[in-house]
């Protein structure tokens, strides 16, 4: 994960931008392994953990109506918390993680595993669905990884 994370510093870098970042279920994991990296104050502007729908809305700006209709684990609600952070985050790329990490909380739609992932950057959004299998730390691990990846492609 650590390369993933250098290549995604060379590319701010190069692009002049920062990123930042809105956790769900990840809980603030992605910004850690983002500012293990010496130097990352040149690239990290800041992230938001909203754990709950509450936080989701408030911090994030996620419409309450929106979380309603698709439930906080949406690619709906990703890409609302992604742009939301546009407004505490100018002139950075976003990155936001909603997911079902486990053990329990998954239902038949949305089972253990189920996560999505959004970006934003000038007003592009990217939001996707995965299905991660393991454990609620394996499921966690490979939402922070493929977040990355995701900033990654958005940057490119």
């Known amino acids: 994960m650590q390369k993933l994370v250098s290549q995604l ?11 930042a970042t809105v956790e769900s279920c990840t809980g603030g994991w992605i910004g850690k392994i983002l500012t293990d990296q010496a130097g990352s104050s040149e690239w990290f502007a800041g992230g938001l953990i909203t754990y709950t729908n509450e ?8 419409p309450t109506a929106l979380l309603d209709k698709y439930g906080a684990v949406s690619v709906e609600v990703a ?25 329990g909380g998954g ?27 393991g454990d609620r730390n394996q499921v966690r691990r490979e939402t922070v990884k493929q977040a990355l990846q995701m900033v990654l492609d958005a940057l490119n």
């Open 9 to 19: 510093s060379v590319r701010l870098i190069f692009k002049q931008l920062k990123v």
């Open 55 to 62: 936080s989701k809305s408030q911090l994030a700006d996620v």
């Open 79 to 103: 890409e609302a918390m992604a742009a939301g952070a546009q407004k505490h985050f100018p002139d950075c790329v976003s990155v936001a993680v909603s997911g079902v990490a486990g053990p």
């Open 107 to 133: 239902s038949k739609d949305k089972p253990v595993g189920t996560v999505c992932i959004a970006t934003s950057l000038n007003g592009v959004n990217n939001a996707r669905r995965y299905q991660f299998d």
